[in-house]
């Protein structure tokens, strides 16, 4: 007679049982591979802070998207270092502006791949904030109402060059319903909204701030991005993007913010995406690089609780490696 405390061990025996009972699987289709697209380069230029991403001329985006696509992964997510900024970021807008561009050359390439473009304008203000400037009673600060013009004229730019759905990161009130009235209005009701609801301002954007030059020249922007202490904060503001009419939710940082995740899912239902940030990609880069772990088995670990915290979609910087690695 077996003893009963054999009962879990009896489903681990072996690869093929492990495998039956597995609740959670991860496939080259969960994932978004974001790419830095740069005017006025013409060769790859390596970010130091992120081993293994590059600064993208238009034909280098081209291509990198089209690998992405040859490993089975469904969507890119678009960030343009501009020729030019300004005080209101008006290269977010343009419609020849690197974006815009990036996005029809891959959209002509590669058809069926999603592009997804990032929708905030930190990369093309010269203060490095998401949102036009004001002088408030506490000094300059983010003008709400008078960025969401500005982040709606973005949207309809985008998706005018082909992008299939958009996604703001600014954290702007109101700005999903702004948003979604500026794409209708323009002919556009069918793009989604991937809305960045729950956005916090976190130290692991770190990398990211480096490889798209938008570091706020002055200040922080605890004033736009959530207060990491804050779940429940992160639900209110996931259900105001649902009434807005966002389409996707996402979470961002992701492994920090296991919890939010799965709060966010259960209280939507909506398909929620997890942004695995540049700080998250380079801290395992580092540690793989100094051999304090294996890079293959700790990034599946990862990405793998990702989706078990509640993740339909991970947008990873990971993602083109962990596609090979799961084929
Ligand atoms: C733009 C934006 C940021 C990230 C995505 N969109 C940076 C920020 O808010 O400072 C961070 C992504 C990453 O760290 O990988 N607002």
């Given at each position: 007679?077996?003893?009963?405390?054999?009962?879990?061990?009896?489903?681990?025996?072996?690869?093929?049982?492990?495998?039956?009972?597995?609740?959670?699987?991860?496939?080259?289709a969960?994932?978004?591979?974001?790419?830095?697209?740069?005017?006025?380069?013409?060769?790859?230029e390596?970010?130091?802070?992120?081993?293994?991403?590059?600064h993208?001329?238009?034909?280098?985006?081209?291509?990198?998207?089209?690998?992405?696509?040859?490993?089975?992964?469904?969507?890119?997510?678009?960030?343009?270092?501009?020729?030019?900024?300004?005080?209101?970021?008006?290269?977010?807008?343009?419609?020849e502006?690197?974006?815009?561009?990036?996005?029809?050359?891959i959209?002509?390439?590669?058809?069926?791949?999603?592009?997804i473009?990032?929708?905030?304008?930190?990369?093309?203000?010269?203060?490095?904030?998401?949102?036009?400037?004001?002088?408030?009673?506490?000094g300059?600060?983010?003008?709400?109402?008078?960025?969401?013009?500005?982040?709606s004229?973005?949207?309809?730019?985008?998706?005018?060059?082909?992008?299939?759905?958009?996604?703001?990161?600014?954290?702007?009130?109101?700005?999903?319903?702004?948003?979604?009235?500026?794409?209708?209005?323009?002919?556009?009701a069918?793009?989604?909204?991937?809305?960045y609801?729950?956005?916090?301002?976190?130290?692991?954007?770190g990398?990211?701030?480096i490889?798209?030059?938008?570091?706020?020249?002055?200040?922080?922007?605890?004033?736009?991005?959530?207060?990491?202490a804050?779940?429940?904060?992160?639900v209110?503001?996931?259900?105001?993007?649902?009434?807005?009419g966002?389409?996707?939710?996402?979470?961002?940082?992701?492994?920090?913010?296991?919890?939010?995740?799965?709060?966010?899912?259960?209280?939507?239902?909506?398909?929620?995406?997890?942004?695995?940030?540049?700080?998250?990609?380079?801290?395992?880069?580092?540690?793989?690089?100094?051999?304090?772990?294996?890079?293959?088995?700790?990034?599946?670990?990862?990405?793998?609780?990702?989706?078990?915290?509640?993740?339909?979609?991970?947008?990873?910087?990971?993602?083109?490696?962990?596609?090979?690695?799961l084929?």
């Amino acid at each position: 007679m077996s003893f009963p405390q054999t009962r879990l061990r009896r489903l681990r025996a072996t690869r093929a049982l492990r495998g039956l009972v597995r609740e959670t699987r991860l496939e080259a289709a969960d994932f978004v591979y974001p790419m830095f697209v740069a005017h006025g380069i013409d060769r790859r230029e390596p970010i130091a802070e992120m081993p293994g991403v590059d600064h993208l001329s238009i034909a280098h985006a081209v291509e990198e998207a089209g690998e992405a696509a040859a490993l089975g992964i469904p969507a890119v997510l678009l960030f343009g270092l501009p020729a030019a900024k300004d005080e209101e970021g008006s290269g977010a807008w343009d419609d020849e502006g690197i974006i815009q561009l990036a996005t029809r050359a891959i959209k002509e390439a590669h058809p069926d791949l999603l592009v997804i473009c990032d929708l905030c304008l930190c990369e093309y203000t010269s203060h490095g904030h998401c949102g036009v400037l004001r002088d408030g009673a506490r000094g300059p600060g983010v003008d709400n109402d008078a960025t969401l013009e500005l982040l709606s004229r973005t949207a309809v730019s985008q998706a005018r060059a082909g992008a299939d759905i958009i996604a703001p990161s600014d954290m702007m009130d109101g700005r999903v319903g702004s948003i979604r009235t500026a794409l209708d209005d323009e002919g556009f009701a069918e793009t989604p909204i991937m809305s960045y609801s729950a956005k916090f301002a976190s130290a692991f954007y770190g990398p990211f701030r480096i490889a798209a030059d938008s570091a706020p020249a002055f200040g922080d922007r605890r004033g736009y991005q959530m207060d990491p202490a804050n779940g429940d904060e992160a639900v209110r503001e996931a259900r105001l993007d649902v009434e807005e009419g966002a389409d996707i939710l996402i979470v961002k940082p992701a492994l920090p913010y296991l919890d939010v995740i799965r709060r966010i899912k259960d209280d939507t239902a909506l398909p929620v995406a997890a942004y695995n940030v540049s700080g998250e990609y380079s801290m395992l880069k580092a540690a793989a690089a100094a051999g304090y772990l294996d890079e293959r088995t700790a990034v599946l670990e990862a990405l793998t609780s990702i989706r078990r915290a509640g993740a339909d979609i991970i947008i990873t910087y990971h993602a083109k490696d962990a596609a090979r690695w799961l084929q």
